[in-house]
Protein backbone atom coordinates (compact mmCIF):
# COMPACT_ATOMS: atom_id res chain seq x y z
CA UNK A 1 0.00 0.00 0.00
CA UNK A 2 1.16 3.55 -0.97
CA UNK A 3 0.57 6.30 1.71
CA UNK A 4 0.50 9.96 1.68
CA UNK A 5 0.61 11.94 4.54
CA UNK A 6 -0.61 15.27 5.08
CA UNK A 7 -0.53 17.55 8.32
CA UNK A 8 1.12 16.79 11.44
CA UNK A 9 -1.39 17.34 14.13
CA UNK A 10 -3.51 15.00 16.07
CA UNK A 11 -3.21 10.88 16.59
CA UNK A 12 -0.75 10.35 13.22
CA UNK A 13 0.99 8.43 16.00
CA UNK A 14 -1.07 5.63 15.46
CA UNK A 15 -0.04 4.84 11.53
CA UNK A 16 3.53 5.64 13.38
CA UNK A 17 3.14 2.96 15.85
CA UNK A 18 1.96 0.15 12.45
CA UNK A 19 4.59 1.69 10.09
CA UNK A 20 7.24 0.66 12.73
CA UNK A 21 6.72 -3.15 13.10
CA UNK A 22 5.30 -4.17 9.27
CA UNK A 23 6.54 -3.54 5.65
CA UNK A 24 3.13 -3.66 3.69
CA UNK A 25 2.91 -0.12 3.66
CA UNK A 26 5.04 2.77 2.43
CA UNK A 27 4.57 6.70 3.17
CA UNK A 28 5.79 8.00 0.11
CA UNK A 29 5.00 11.39 0.27
CA UNK A 30 4.15 14.56 2.99
CA UNK A 31 2.67 17.51 2.81
CA UNK A 32 1.54 20.00 5.66
CA UNK A 33 0.06 23.73 5.82
CA UNK A 34 2.07 26.60 7.22
CA UNK A 35 2.20 26.52 10.65
CA UNK A 36 2.73 22.73 10.63
CA UNK A 37 5.95 21.07 11.65
CA UNK A 38 7.22 19.30 8.64
CA UNK A 39 10.47 18.49 9.63
CA UNK A 40 9.40 17.18 12.75
CA UNK A 41 6.90 14.86 10.68
CA UNK A 42 9.85 13.95 8.51
CA UNK A 43 12.41 13.11 10.61
CA UNK A 44 9.78 10.83 12.54
CA UNK A 45 8.98 9.04 9.72
CA UNK A 46 12.86 8.54 9.16
CA UNK A 47 13.14 6.63 12.32
CA UNK A 48 10.92 4.01 11.03
CA UNK A 49 12.45 4.01 7.57
CA UNK A 50 9.95 5.75 5.53
CA UNK A 51 12.16 8.21 3.37
CA UNK A 52 9.75 10.73 1.80
CA UNK A 53 8.99 13.52 -0.69
CA UNK A 54 7.88 17.11 0.66
CA UNK A 55 5.46 18.67 -1.44
CA UNK A 56 3.81 22.29 -0.97
CA UNK A 57 0.66 21.58 -2.29
CA UNK A 58 -1.22 18.66 -1.24
CA UNK A 59 -3.83 18.31 -4.67
CA UNK A 60 -0.28 18.77 -6.04
CA UNK A 61 1.59 15.67 -3.76
CA UNK A 62 -2.01 13.44 -4.85
CA UNK A 63 -1.93 14.23 -8.19
CA UNK A 64 1.76 13.17 -8.65
CA UNK A 65 1.76 9.95 -5.88
CA UNK A 66 -1.33 8.98 -6.44
CA UNK A 67 -1.22 7.10 -3.34
CA UNK A 68 -3.96 4.32 -1.99
CA UNK A 69 -4.32 5.84 1.14
CA UNK A 70 -3.95 9.74 2.26
CA UNK A 71 -3.41 10.48 6.37
CA UNK A 72 -5.25 13.17 6.49
CA UNK A 73 -4.61 14.96 10.16
CA UNK A 74 -4.26 18.93 9.80
CA UNK A 75 -5.96 21.41 11.35
CA UNK A 76 -9.54 20.61 12.50
CA UNK A 77 -11.08 22.71 9.72
CA UNK A 78 -8.89 21.82 6.94
CA UNK A 79 -9.43 17.80 7.03
CA UNK A 80 -12.81 17.89 5.46
CA UNK A 81 -12.30 19.49 2.26
CA UNK A 82 -8.76 17.32 2.25
CA UNK A 83 -10.77 14.18 2.73
CA UNK A 84 -13.25 14.64 -0.20
CA UNK A 85 -10.75 15.62 -2.28
CA UNK A 86 -9.20 12.42 -1.95
CA UNK A 87 -12.07 10.16 -2.14
CA UNK A 88 -13.45 12.26 -5.07
CA UNK A 89 -10.31 10.28 -6.47
CA UNK A 90 -11.04 7.10 -4.80
CA UNK A 91 -8.32 7.55 -2.64
CA UNK A 92 -8.82 5.82 0.51
CA UNK A 93 -8.73 8.13 3.35
CA UNK A 94 -7.49 7.43 7.32
CA UNK A 95 -8.11 10.90 9.02
CA UNK A 96 -8.23 12.90 12.35
CA UNK A 97 -11.91 12.76 13.76
CA UNK A 98 -14.19 14.17 13.80
CA UNK A 99 -13.39 14.65 9.69
CA UNK A 100 -16.02 17.67 9.85
CA UNK A 101 -16.57 20.37 11.95
CA UNK A 102 -19.60 22.14 10.52
CA UNK A 103 -22.91 20.16 9.23
CA UNK A 104 -22.26 21.54 5.67
CA UNK A 105 -19.07 20.14 5.78
CA UNK A 106 -20.73 16.39 6.79
CA UNK A 107 -23.12 16.71 4.42
CA UNK A 108 -20.35 17.43 1.66
CA UNK A 109 -18.77 14.62 2.83
CA UNK A 110 -21.36 12.10 3.03
CA UNK A 111 -22.45 12.95 -0.77
CA UNK A 112 -18.88 12.43 -2.25
CA UNK A 113 -18.89 9.23 -0.34
CA UNK A 114 -21.21 8.08 -1.78
CA UNK A 115 -19.72 8.55 -5.22
CA UNK A 116 -16.75 7.48 -4.14
CA UNK A 117 -15.16 3.76 -4.10
CA UNK A 118 -12.47 4.54 -1.38
CA UNK A 119 -13.17 4.09 2.67
CA UNK A 120 -12.80 6.53 5.35
CA UNK A 121 -11.86 5.61 8.35
CA UNK A 122 -11.79 8.46 11.41
CA UNK A 123 -9.48 7.60 13.89
CA UNK A 124 -11.36 6.29 16.52
CA UNK A 125 -8.18 5.28 18.47
CA UNK A 126 -10.44 4.91 21.81
CA UNK A 127 -12.14 1.56 20.03
CA UNK A 128 -9.12 -0.32 19.49
CA UNK A 129 -7.85 0.04 23.49
CA UNK A 130 -8.02 -3.42 25.08
CA UNK A 131 -10.40 -2.45 28.32
CA UNK A 132 -12.92 -0.82 26.32
CA UNK A 133 -13.07 -3.49 23.25
CA UNK A 134 -13.15 -6.12 26.18
CA UNK A 135 -16.25 -4.37 27.52
CA UNK A 136 -18.11 -3.85 24.08
CA UNK A 137 -17.21 -7.78 23.48
CA UNK A 138 -18.50 -8.46 26.81
CA UNK A 139 -21.52 -6.58 26.61
CA UNK A 140 -22.16 -8.57 23.19
CA UNK A 141 -21.76 -11.66 24.59
CA UNK A 142 -24.65 -11.14 26.93
CA UNK A 143 -22.86 -10.74 30.19
CA UNK A 144 -25.03 -7.09 31.12
CA UNK A 145 -28.47 -8.89 29.77
CA UNK A 146 -30.43 -6.01 28.01
CA UNK A 147 -28.45 -2.85 27.93
CA UNK A 148 -30.20 -0.05 29.30
CA UNK A 149 -27.75 2.82 30.33
CA UNK A 150 -24.47 3.59 29.09
CA UNK A 151 -22.53 6.54 30.67
CA UNK A 152 -19.17 7.93 30.06
CA UNK A 153 -15.86 9.83 31.12
CA UNK A 154 -13.51 12.62 29.42
CA UNK A 155 -11.14 13.78 31.24
CA UNK A 156 -7.60 15.49 29.66
CA UNK A 157 -5.17 17.35 31.00
CA UNK A 158 -4.98 21.06 29.04
CA UNK A 159 -1.87 21.00 28.80
CA UNK A 160 -0.08 23.30 26.32
CA UNK A 161 -2.51 24.17 23.04
CA UNK A 162 -1.69 25.66 19.80
CA UNK A 163 -3.48 29.08 18.93
CA UNK A 164 -5.97 26.83 16.35
CA UNK A 165 -7.78 25.22 19.89
CA UNK A 166 -8.83 29.08 20.88
CA UNK A 167 -11.35 29.72 17.69
CA UNK A 168 -14.36 27.52 17.05
CA UNK A 169 -13.71 28.39 13.44
CA UNK A 170 -10.03 26.19 13.55
CA UNK A 171 -10.92 23.86 16.72
CA UNK A 172 -14.02 21.94 16.38
CA UNK A 173 -15.38 22.72 19.98
CA UNK A 174 -14.77 19.95 22.86
CA UNK A 175 -17.78 17.68 22.41
CA UNK A 176 -16.61 16.71 19.05
CA UNK A 177 -12.63 16.74 19.10
CA UNK A 178 -12.73 14.93 22.62
CA UNK A 179 -16.46 14.17 23.13
CA UNK A 180 -16.53 12.18 20.15
CA UNK A 181 -14.56 9.04 21.51
CA UNK A 182 -17.23 9.64 24.43
CA UNK A 183 -20.30 9.32 21.64
CA UNK A 184 -17.94 6.54 20.29
CA UNK A 185 -17.89 4.50 23.48
CA UNK A 186 -22.08 4.92 23.58
CA UNK A 187 -22.92 4.00 20.31
CA UNK A 188 -20.52 0.88 19.99
CA UNK A 189 -21.37 -0.13 23.45
CA UNK A 190 -25.45 0.05 23.13
CA UNK A 191 -25.51 -1.33 19.93
CA UNK A 192 -28.40 2.07 19.62
CA UNK A 193 -28.57 4.99 17.62
CA UNK A 194 -29.12 8.58 19.10
CA UNK A 195 -32.29 9.93 18.68
CA UNK A 196 -31.97 12.84 21.30
CA UNK A 197 -29.82 15.12 22.51
CA UNK A 198 -29.30 17.55 25.01
CA UNK A 199 -25.73 19.55 25.92
CA UNK A 200 -24.26 22.20 27.33
CA UNK A 201 -20.73 23.18 27.81
CA UNK A 202 -18.46 26.33 28.77
CA UNK A 203 -15.10 28.02 27.92
CA UNK A 204 -15.23 29.59 31.63
CA UNK A 205 -11.61 29.21 33.37
CA UNK A 206 -9.85 27.85 30.05
CA UNK A 207 -6.48 29.55 30.86
CA UNK A 208 -6.85 31.96 27.94
CA UNK A 209 -7.87 29.83 25.16
CA UNK A 210 -10.65 31.61 24.04
CA UNK A 211 -13.64 29.39 22.46
CA UNK A 212 -12.26 26.27 24.18
CA UNK A 213 -14.81 24.97 26.08
CA UNK A 214 -13.54 23.23 28.94
CA UNK A 215 -16.54 21.34 30.41
CA UNK A 216 -19.28 19.58 28.48
CA UNK A 217 -22.32 17.72 29.70
CA UNK A 218 -24.78 14.97 27.45
CA UNK A 219 -27.73 13.45 27.82
CA UNK A 220 -28.84 11.41 24.99
CA UNK A 221 -32.20 9.10 24.47
CA UNK A 222 -31.58 6.12 22.32
CA UNK A 223 -33.17 3.53 20.14
CA UNK A 224 -35.46 1.44 22.10
CA UNK A 225 -35.19 3.27 25.79
CA UNK A 226 -31.40 3.20 26.34
CA UNK A 227 -30.71 6.20 27.91
CA UNK A 228 -26.96 7.61 27.90
CA UNK A 229 -24.79 10.45 29.18
CA UNK A 230 -21.23 11.82 29.20
CA UNK A 231 -19.04 14.36 31.09
CA UNK A 232 -16.14 16.11 29.32
CA UNK A 233 -13.39 18.10 30.51
CA UNK A 234 -10.03 19.23 30.96
CA UNK A 235 -9.27 20.16 34.49
CA UNK A 236 -7.31 16.48 34.68
CA UNK A 237 -4.22 17.38 36.65
CA UNK A 238 -1.00 17.30 35.26
CA UNK A 239 0.60 15.55 37.98
CA UNK A 240 -2.33 11.98 36.74
CA UNK A 241 -0.98 9.40 35.41
CA UNK A 242 -2.45 9.31 32.68
CA UNK A 243 -3.34 11.83 29.92
CA UNK A 244 -7.10 10.63 30.34
CA UNK A 245 -9.29 9.73 32.80
CA UNK A 246 -11.44 7.45 30.34
CA UNK A 247 -14.26 5.70 31.86
CA UNK A 248 -17.13 3.82 30.43
CA UNK A 249 -20.01 2.02 32.58
CA UNK A 250 -22.29 -0.20 30.51
CA UNK A 251 -25.62 -1.40 32.79
CA UNK A 252 -28.09 -4.30 31.95
CA UNK A 253 -30.68 -5.91 33.37
CA UNK A 254 -28.52 -8.73 34.36
CA UNK A 255 -24.99 -6.73 35.30
CA UNK A 256 -22.60 -3.94 35.08
CA UNK A 257 -19.37 -3.51 32.81
CA UNK A 258 -17.26 -0.84 33.91
CA UNK A 259 -13.95 0.40 32.05
CA UNK A 260 -11.56 2.44 34.40
CA UNK A 261 -7.88 2.64 34.48
CA UNK A 262 -7.54 0.67 31.87
CA UNK A 263 -9.33 -2.78 33.21
CA UNK A 264 -12.75 -3.68 32.52
CA UNK A 265 -14.90 -4.91 35.36
CA UNK A 266 -17.63 -6.84 35.56
CA UNK A 267 -20.21 -6.71 38.39
CA UNK A 268 -23.03 -9.41 38.29
CA UNK A 269 -25.28 -11.45 40.24
CA UNK A 270 -22.64 -14.10 41.57
CA UNK A 271 -20.06 -11.28 42.24
CA UNK A 272 -17.73 -8.98 40.79
CA UNK A 273 -14.26 -9.42 38.72
CA UNK A 274 -11.70 -8.21 36.69
CA UNK A 275 -12.04 -9.51 32.94
CA UNK A 276 -9.35 -10.87 30.87
CA UNK A 277 -8.40 -8.35 28.69
CA UNK A 278 -8.46 -9.04 24.89
CA UNK A 279 -6.37 -8.04 21.99
CA UNK A 280 -7.12 -6.73 18.77
CA UNK A 281 -5.22 -5.22 15.75
CA UNK A 282 -4.06 -1.55 15.62
CA UNK A 283 -6.31 0.81 14.04
CA UNK A 284 -3.98 1.53 10.98
CA UNK A 285 -4.09 -2.45 10.98
CA UNK A 286 -7.33 -2.72 10.91
CA UNK A 287 -8.43 -0.25 8.10
CA UNK A 288 -5.97 -2.03 5.90
CA UNK A 289 -7.97 -5.17 6.01
CA UNK A 290 -10.96 -3.43 5.85
CA UNK A 291 -9.56 -1.73 2.62
CA UNK A 292 -8.16 -5.19 0.95
CA UNK A 293 -11.52 -7.12 2.47
CA UNK A 294 -14.59 -4.66 2.68
CA UNK A 295 -15.17 -6.24 5.96
CA UNK A 296 -14.08 -5.02 9.82
CA UNK A 297 -15.31 -6.70 12.97
CA UNK A 298 -14.17 -3.76 14.36
CA UNK A 299 -15.17 -0.06 12.46
CA UNK A 300 -16.55 0.73 9.42
CA UNK A 301 -16.89 3.68 7.31
CA UNK A 302 -20.86 4.15 8.16
CA UNK A 303 -19.39 4.14 11.99
CA UNK A 304 -17.22 6.75 11.73
CA UNK A 305 -20.35 8.72 9.51
CA UNK A 306 -22.33 8.40 12.18
CA UNK A 307 -20.74 9.44 15.05
CA UNK A 308 -19.37 12.29 13.15
CA UNK A 309 -23.13 13.48 12.59
CA UNK A 310 -23.90 12.76 16.20
CA UNK A 311 -21.21 14.62 17.61
CA UNK A 312 -22.34 17.71 15.25
CA UNK A 313 -25.81 16.94 16.67
CA UNK A 314 -24.23 17.65 20.34
CA UNK A 315 -22.63 20.67 19.53
CA UNK A 316 -25.87 21.92 17.97
CA UNK A 317 -27.62 21.25 21.44
CA UNK A 318 -25.27 22.76 23.02
CA UNK A 319 -24.79 25.82 20.90
CA UNK A 320 -28.54 26.23 21.10
CA UNK A 321 -29.31 25.28 25.06
CA UNK A 322 -32.32 23.03 23.63
CA UNK A 323 -32.79 19.51 22.82
CA UNK A 324 -31.48 18.23 19.49
CA UNK A 325 -33.40 14.90 17.23
CA UNK A 326 -31.19 12.98 15.34
CA UNK B 1 -38.08 16.71 73.01
CA UNK B 2 -41.19 14.87 72.35
CA UNK B 3 -42.06 13.11 69.40
CA UNK B 4 -44.42 11.15 67.55
CA UNK B 5 -44.37 9.30 64.26
CA UNK B 6 -46.36 8.80 61.57
CA UNK B 7 -45.47 6.10 58.65
CA UNK B 8 -42.86 3.07 58.89
CA UNK B 9 -41.61 3.63 55.49
CA UNK B 10 -37.88 4.97 54.40
CA UNK B 11 -35.26 5.93 56.62
CA UNK B 12 -36.82 6.39 59.64
CA UNK B 13 -33.82 4.10 61.18
CA UNK B 14 -32.04 7.16 60.81
CA UNK B 15 -33.74 8.13 63.86
CA UNK B 16 -34.04 4.98 65.46
CA UNK B 17 -30.31 5.08 65.61
CA UNK B 18 -29.91 8.18 66.83
CA UNK B 19 -32.58 7.29 70.13
CA UNK B 20 -30.34 4.52 70.56
CA UNK B 21 -27.52 6.40 72.05
CA UNK B 22 -29.45 9.12 73.91
CA UNK B 23 -32.02 10.55 76.57
CA UNK B 24 -32.79 13.53 75.27
CA UNK B 25 -35.48 12.71 73.16
CA UNK B 26 -38.70 10.15 73.55
CA UNK B 27 -41.22 8.76 71.06
CA UNK B 28 -44.67 9.15 72.99
CA UNK B 29 -47.09 7.68 70.37
CA UNK B 30 -46.90 6.26 66.54
CA UNK B 31 -49.56 5.83 63.79
CA UNK B 32 -49.53 4.22 60.59
CA UNK B 33 -51.66 3.67 57.64
CA UNK B 34 -53.42 0.71 56.87
CA UNK B 35 -51.05 -1.54 54.86
CA UNK B 36 -48.16 -0.42 57.11
CA UNK B 37 -46.60 -2.42 59.85
CA UNK B 38 -47.12 -1.19 63.36
CA UNK B 39 -46.32 -4.24 65.46
CA UNK B 40 -42.97 -4.12 63.55
CA UNK B 41 -42.32 -0.35 64.53
CA UNK B 42 -44.00 -0.42 68.13
CA UNK B 43 -41.08 -3.66 68.34
CA UNK B 44 -38.24 -1.77 67.01
CA UNK B 45 -39.22 1.23 69.02
CA UNK B 46 -39.53 -0.99 72.34
CA UNK B 47 -35.98 -2.35 71.68
CA UNK B 48 -34.38 0.89 71.75
CA UNK B 49 -36.56 1.78 75.01
CA UNK B 50 -39.67 3.76 73.33
CA UNK B 51 -42.28 2.54 74.66
CA UNK B 52 -45.52 4.00 72.69
CA UNK B 53 -49.00 4.85 72.40
CA UNK B 54 -50.41 3.67 68.89
CA UNK B 55 -52.83 5.66 67.16
CA UNK B 56 -55.21 4.71 64.16
CA UNK B 57 -55.84 8.45 63.14
CA UNK B 58 -52.62 11.01 62.60
CA UNK B 59 -54.55 14.37 63.45
CA UNK B 60 -55.78 12.96 66.42
CA UNK B 61 -52.55 11.78 67.20
CA UNK B 62 -50.96 15.15 66.96
CA UNK B 63 -54.31 16.69 68.47
CA UNK B 64 -53.72 14.60 71.63
CA UNK B 65 -49.99 13.98 72.12
CA UNK B 66 -49.04 18.00 70.83
CA UNK B 67 -45.34 17.06 70.12
CA UNK B 68 -42.15 18.94 69.59
CA UNK B 69 -41.44 17.04 66.40
CA UNK B 70 -43.23 14.82 64.30
CA UNK B 71 -41.32 12.01 61.95
CA UNK B 72 -43.26 11.60 58.63
CA UNK B 73 -42.48 8.43 56.85
CA UNK B 74 -45.64 7.00 55.21
CA UNK B 75 -46.31 6.53 51.89
CA UNK B 76 -44.94 9.30 48.96
CA UNK B 77 -48.43 10.54 48.46
CA UNK B 78 -49.20 10.89 52.07
CA UNK B 79 -46.21 13.19 53.56
CA UNK B 80 -46.73 16.33 52.25
CA UNK B 81 -50.14 16.24 53.23
CA UNK B 82 -49.35 15.21 56.71
CA UNK B 83 -46.23 17.80 56.79
CA UNK B 84 -48.17 20.35 56.17
CA UNK B 85 -50.90 19.41 59.25
CA UNK B 86 -48.12 19.52 61.67
CA UNK B 87 -46.43 22.55 60.31
CA UNK B 88 -49.52 24.56 60.25
CA UNK B 89 -49.72 24.09 64.26
CA UNK B 90 -46.02 25.05 64.88
CA UNK B 91 -44.70 21.12 64.84
CA UNK B 92 -41.15 20.55 63.70
CA UNK B 93 -40.98 17.87 60.70
CA UNK B 94 -38.84 15.36 60.14
CA UNK B 95 -40.17 13.96 56.78
CA UNK B 96 -38.60 11.40 54.55
CA UNK B 97 -37.88 12.61 50.84
CA UNK B 98 -39.66 13.89 48.56
CA UNK B 99 -41.64 16.20 50.85
CA UNK B 100 -44.06 16.55 47.96
CA UNK B 101 -44.32 14.43 44.57
CA UNK B 102 -46.04 17.20 42.64
CA UNK B 103 -45.78 21.03 42.35
CA UNK B 104 -49.11 21.61 43.38
CA UNK B 105 -48.12 20.14 46.79
CA UNK B 106 -44.95 21.65 46.83
CA UNK B 107 -46.76 24.68 46.62
CA UNK B 108 -48.98 24.60 49.20
CA UNK B 109 -46.68 23.58 51.55
CA UNK B 110 -43.98 26.22 50.95
CA UNK B 111 -46.95 28.52 51.33
CA UNK B 112 -47.69 26.69 54.67
CA UNK B 113 -43.77 26.93 56.13
CA UNK B 114 -44.08 30.77 55.36
CA UNK B 115 -46.87 30.61 58.15
CA UNK B 116 -45.18 28.55 60.40
CA UNK B 117 -42.64 29.12 63.14
CA UNK B 118 -41.63 25.51 62.67
CA UNK B 119 -38.78 24.07 60.94
CA UNK B 120 -38.60 20.73 58.34
CA UNK B 121 -35.76 18.53 57.70
CA UNK B 122 -36.27 16.18 54.73
CA UNK B 123 -34.41 12.72 55.04
CA UNK B 124 -31.22 13.79 53.01
CA UNK B 125 -29.45 10.93 54.23
CA UNK B 126 -26.08 11.50 52.44
CA UNK B 127 -25.20 14.80 53.33
CA UNK B 128 -24.63 13.43 56.32
CA UNK B 129 -22.04 10.74 55.22
CA UNK B 130 -18.59 10.76 56.12
CA UNK B 131 -16.97 10.72 52.87
CA UNK B 132 -19.67 12.99 50.73
CA UNK B 133 -18.90 15.51 53.52
CA UNK B 134 -15.07 14.82 53.71
CA UNK B 135 -15.47 15.88 49.52
CA UNK B 136 -17.72 19.09 50.44
CA UNK B 137 -16.00 20.68 52.73
CA UNK B 138 -12.42 19.90 50.90
CA UNK B 139 -14.20 21.61 47.52
CA UNK B 140 -15.26 24.75 49.97
CA UNK B 141 -11.60 24.59 51.55
CA UNK B 142 -10.79 25.50 47.97
CA UNK B 143 -8.74 22.49 47.26
CA UNK B 144 -10.25 21.92 43.66
CA UNK B 145 -9.90 25.56 42.73
CA UNK B 146 -13.17 27.13 41.27
CA UNK B 147 -15.78 23.98 40.97
CA UNK B 148 -17.07 23.77 37.37
CA UNK B 149 -18.51 20.48 36.72
CA UNK B 150 -20.36 17.99 39.31
CA UNK B 151 -21.12 14.58 38.25
CA UNK B 152 -22.77 12.09 40.56
CA UNK B 153 -23.92 8.30 40.36
CA UNK B 154 -26.62 6.88 41.90
CA UNK B 155 -27.37 2.75 41.74
CA UNK B 156 -29.54 0.35 43.59
CA UNK B 157 -30.22 -2.50 44.01
CA UNK B 158 -34.24 -3.54 42.66
CA UNK B 159 -35.00 -6.03 45.64
CA UNK B 160 -38.70 -6.74 46.38
CA UNK B 161 -40.40 -3.36 46.19
CA UNK B 162 -44.47 -2.56 47.59
CA UNK B 163 -46.61 -1.94 45.52
CA UNK B 164 -46.96 1.63 45.90
CA UNK B 165 -43.49 1.60 44.00
CA UNK B 166 -45.54 0.63 41.06
CA UNK B 167 -48.09 3.48 40.46
CA UNK B 168 -46.37 7.53 39.60
CA UNK B 169 -49.83 8.75 41.63
CA UNK B 170 -48.12 7.06 44.84
CA UNK B 171 -44.25 6.93 44.39
CA UNK B 172 -42.29 10.00 43.73
CA UNK B 173 -41.14 8.58 40.63
CA UNK B 174 -37.12 7.38 40.60
CA UNK B 175 -35.67 10.58 39.57
CA UNK B 176 -37.20 12.13 42.79
CA UNK B 177 -37.09 9.10 45.37
CA UNK B 178 -33.52 8.21 44.57
CA UNK B 179 -32.32 10.88 42.27
CA UNK B 180 -33.09 13.74 44.94
CA UNK B 181 -29.63 12.72 46.62
CA UNK B 182 -27.67 13.46 43.72
CA UNK B 183 -29.05 16.27 43.55
CA UNK B 184 -28.55 17.58 46.62
CA UNK B 185 -25.08 15.84 45.87
CA UNK B 186 -24.43 18.34 43.30
CA UNK B 187 -26.14 21.40 44.67
CA UNK B 188 -24.45 21.11 48.06
CA UNK B 189 -20.99 20.08 45.96
CA UNK B 190 -21.28 22.81 43.90
CA UNK B 191 -23.06 25.86 46.25
CA UNK B 192 -24.72 26.80 42.83
CA UNK B 193 -27.94 27.22 42.24
CA UNK B 194 -29.74 24.94 38.96
CA UNK B 195 -30.38 27.03 35.85
CA UNK B 196 -31.40 24.60 33.50
CA UNK B 197 -32.05 20.67 33.69
CA UNK B 198 -32.87 18.08 31.07
CA UNK B 199 -33.89 14.53 31.95
CA UNK B 200 -34.71 11.07 30.33
CA UNK B 201 -36.14 7.97 32.30
CA UNK B 202 -37.27 4.83 31.26
CA UNK B 203 -39.49 2.37 33.09
CA UNK B 204 -38.28 -0.56 30.72
CA UNK B 205 -37.88 -4.04 32.01
CA UNK B 206 -38.35 -3.45 35.55
CA UNK B 207 -39.55 -6.58 36.46
CA UNK B 208 -43.23 -5.87 36.36
CA UNK B 209 -42.97 -2.54 38.28
CA UNK B 210 -45.63 -0.68 36.57
CA UNK B 211 -44.40 3.08 36.29
CA UNK B 212 -41.30 2.48 37.99
CA UNK B 213 -38.17 3.81 36.09
CA UNK B 214 -35.80 1.65 36.20
CA UNK B 215 -33.10 3.95 35.08
CA UNK B 216 -32.51 7.98 34.48
CA UNK B 217 -29.44 10.63 33.07
CA UNK B 218 -30.24 14.30 33.85
CA UNK B 219 -28.24 17.29 32.72
CA UNK B 220 -28.30 20.69 34.24
CA UNK B 221 -26.61 23.98 33.92
CA UNK B 222 -26.12 25.91 37.09
CA UNK B 223 -25.37 29.21 38.29
CA UNK B 224 -22.25 30.98 36.71
CA UNK B 225 -21.85 28.39 33.98
CA UNK B 226 -21.42 25.31 36.56
CA UNK B 227 -22.18 22.68 35.01
CA UNK B 228 -23.67 19.08 36.29
CA UNK B 229 -24.67 15.69 35.35
CA UNK B 230 -25.66 12.26 36.85
CA UNK B 231 -27.22 8.67 35.91
CA UNK B 232 -29.39 7.14 38.43
CA UNK B 233 -30.37 3.23 37.91
CA UNK B 234 -32.28 0.17 39.93
CA UNK B 235 -29.64 -2.73 38.41
CA UNK B 236 -27.19 -3.31 40.76
CA UNK B 237 -26.55 -6.54 40.82
CA UNK B 238 -27.96 -8.37 44.11
CA UNK B 239 -24.15 -9.47 45.14
CA UNK B 240 -22.56 -6.32 45.10
CA UNK B 241 -21.23 -5.65 48.27
CA UNK B 242 -23.25 -2.02 49.23
CA UNK B 243 -26.87 -1.32 48.25
CA UNK B 244 -26.17 1.42 46.79
CA UNK B 245 -23.24 2.20 44.27
CA UNK B 246 -22.94 6.12 44.94
CA UNK B 247 -20.49 8.51 43.44
CA UNK B 248 -19.72 12.06 43.64
CA UNK B 249 -16.81 13.80 41.53
CA UNK B 250 -16.61 17.39 41.86
CA UNK B 251 -13.76 19.22 39.20
CA UNK B 252 -12.25 22.35 40.03
CA UNK B 253 -9.93 24.64 38.16
CA UNK B 254 -7.17 23.02 40.38
CA UNK B 255 -8.01 19.65 41.52
CA UNK B 256 -10.75 16.57 40.84
CA UNK B 257 -12.44 15.50 44.79
CA UNK B 258 -13.84 12.00 44.06
CA UNK B 259 -16.10 9.97 46.38
CA UNK B 260 -16.30 6.05 45.37
CA UNK B 261 -17.13 3.22 47.65
CA UNK B 262 -16.86 5.20 50.58
CA UNK B 263 -13.79 7.07 50.40
CA UNK B 264 -13.17 11.02 49.16
CA UNK B 265 -9.72 10.75 46.45
CA UNK B 266 -8.36 14.24 46.05
CA UNK B 267 -6.45 14.63 42.46
CA UNK B 268 -4.27 17.66 41.91
CA UNK B 269 -1.14 18.88 40.69
CA UNK B 270 0.84 17.36 43.43
CA UNK B 271 -0.53 13.72 43.17
CA UNK B 272 -3.27 12.25 44.22
CA UNK B 273 -4.63 11.03 47.55
CA UNK B 274 -7.20 9.49 50.08
CA UNK B 275 -8.42 12.12 52.35
CA UNK B 276 -9.00 11.63 56.07
CA UNK B 277 -12.92 11.63 56.48
CA UNK B 278 -14.20 14.05 58.34
CA UNK B 279 -16.69 12.72 61.39
CA UNK B 280 -20.19 14.56 61.64
CA UNK B 281 -23.99 14.89 63.81
CA UNK B 282 -26.18 11.75 62.65
CA UNK B 283 -28.79 13.70 60.76
CA UNK B 284 -31.72 13.47 63.46
CA UNK B 285 -29.24 14.84 66.30
CA UNK B 286 -28.27 17.61 63.62
CA UNK B 287 -32.13 18.40 63.47
CA UNK B 288 -32.60 18.83 66.95
CA UNK B 289 -29.89 20.89 66.92
CA UNK B 290 -31.25 23.00 64.24
CA UNK B 291 -34.47 23.47 66.05
CA UNK B 292 -32.81 24.37 69.47
CA UNK B 293 -30.41 27.04 67.98
CA UNK B 294 -31.88 27.84 64.48
CA UNK B 295 -28.41 27.38 62.95
CA UNK B 296 -26.73 24.38 61.03
CA UNK B 297 -23.69 23.80 59.82
CA UNK B 298 -25.15 20.95 57.36
CA UNK B 299 -28.76 20.94 56.27
CA UNK B 300 -31.31 23.70 56.60
CA UNK B 301 -35.07 23.83 55.59
CA UNK B 302 -34.23 26.44 52.80
CA UNK B 303 -31.83 23.37 51.69
CA UNK B 304 -34.88 20.24 52.20
CA UNK B 305 -37.44 22.58 50.12
CA UNK B 306 -34.95 23.89 47.31
CA UNK B 307 -33.29 20.07 46.51
CA UNK B 308 -37.35 18.88 46.22
CA UNK B 309 -38.15 21.60 44.08
CA UNK B 310 -35.46 20.66 41.84
CA UNK B 311 -35.96 16.87 42.07
CA UNK B 312 -39.81 17.94 40.86
CA UNK B 313 -38.18 19.97 38.17
CA UNK B 314 -36.33 17.30 36.72
CA UNK B 315 -39.23 14.93 36.91
CA UNK B 316 -41.10 17.81 34.66
CA UNK B 317 -38.06 17.64 32.60
CA UNK B 318 -38.12 13.82 32.02
CA UNK B 319 -41.76 13.87 31.47
CA UNK B 320 -42.02 16.24 29.23
CA UNK B 321 -38.75 15.45 27.16
CA UNK B 322 -37.95 19.12 27.03
CA UNK B 323 -35.57 20.96 28.85
CA UNK B 324 -36.91 22.81 31.65
CA UNK B 325 -35.98 26.48 33.38
CA UNK B 326 -35.57 26.70 37.45
Known amino acids: MKICMY ?19 AVTAICCEPGEDIVWLKERLAQVNQFVRVYGDYHGMLGRENPDIVIVSSFPDQNAGAARHALSQN ?13 AQFER ?7 SGAKLYTML ?8 YTAYRAA ?20 IRPDYYKSRETYAGTLSWVGI ?10 GKKFQTVFARSSNGF ?21 LAAFTCDYYRPAAAETHGDDRLRIVGTHGVIEVMGGEARYLHDGGSEVLPLLELPLIFEEFLWYIRTGESAHLTTEDCMYTTYAALKTMESSDTGTAVSL
Do not use: W
Request: net charge negative; hydrophobic share 35%; glycine share 8%.
Open 7 to 25: GAQGHIHTVLDYLEQTDDA
Open 91 to 103: IHVFCEKPVAITM
Open 109 to 115: LSQTLKE
Open 125 to 132: TERFKPAF
Open 140 to 159: EDGLAGTIRLVDARKSYKLG
Open 181 to 190: HAIDRIYRAS
Open 206 to 226: NRGLGDLETTAVCCYEMEDGV
